[in-house]
């Protein structure tokens, strides 16, 4: 059992260019999220999704979009990367709507220049 | 913003002391979970509150909960140098979960 696995763990972007980043779970999780986490902000929601097909936006989603063709699988792109998109992004998900725990990715940091 | 706050945001202890940290929340929630961060590694599940209860314990771990407040708090007893890192809390209002700004405890050895 993986868990939660993220793809690339480290990236470094020019601005203006693009980039997928991959999420995959290996627990049949429903619900999947995606964070961004800056010092001293914790972790902000960039998007989420409450199963196969579907998306929303959560805290922070300019600038990001999603897509969740596959249960296993939570995708986040970055269309035209700017500087202010320098975080580390995390990857989590669960199981259930209600009273279940997130079980998170080990991070990408990304860097754009 | 939705993000919750915590108090608070370093705390410095020696082993075996207590460490207490706070959380505020805005909205209505289902629960309220707590979660630990090793410096550079992605969260861990450290305990969940429902709404519905007041008070939990998990090893040396305590939690509270005070809807009326929108308030929470953390308590870790007698703690190890091991348990240095960042603990955030995190409310869950049916599909979002959403994370406070984080505690970063250093307990000296």
């Known amino acids: 059992n993986a868990g939660v696995t993220q793809t690339p763990k480290f990236r470094v972007l020019k601005t203006g260019q693009s980039m997928t980043l991959l999420c995959a779970q290996d627990m049949n999780h429903e619900y999947m999220y995606w964070y961004r986490q800056d010092p001293g902000m914790g972790l902000r929601l960039i998007h989420y999704?409450?199963?196969?097909?579907?998306?929303a936006k959560g805290e922070v989603p300019d600038g990001y979009n999603v897509s969740r063709l596959k249960k296993q699988n939570f995708l986040l792109g970055l269309e035209s990367a700017a500087p202010s998109q320098t975080s580390v992004y995390f990857c989590a998900s669960k199981w259930g709507q209600v009273n279940t725990e997130a079980f998170f990715g080990q991070g990408t940091r990304l860097t754009v220049v | 913003s939705q993000q919750g706050e915590e108090d608070p945001q370093a705390l410095s202890i020696q082993e075996g002391e207590n460490a207490t940290m706070n959380c505020s929340y805005k909205?209505?929630?289902?629960?309220l979970q707590w979660y630990r961060q090793n410096s550079g590694r992605g969260l861990v599940h450290l305990i969940l509150i429902r709404s519905n209860e007041r008070e939990k314990h998990s090893g040396r771990l305590r939690v509270t909960l005070d809807t009326s407040k929108k308030s929470s708090s953390l308590l870790i007893t007698a703690s190890r140098a091991a348990d240095t890192a960042s603990y955030f809390c995190?409310?869950?209002?049916?599909?979002?979960?959403?994370f406070g700004t984080g505690t970063r405890l250093q307990v000296f050895p």
């Open positions: 995190a409310t869950d209002d049916t599909d979002k979960l959403i």
């Open positions: 909205t209505s929630i289902n629960n």
């Open positions: 999704s409450v199963g196969e097909g579907t998306t």
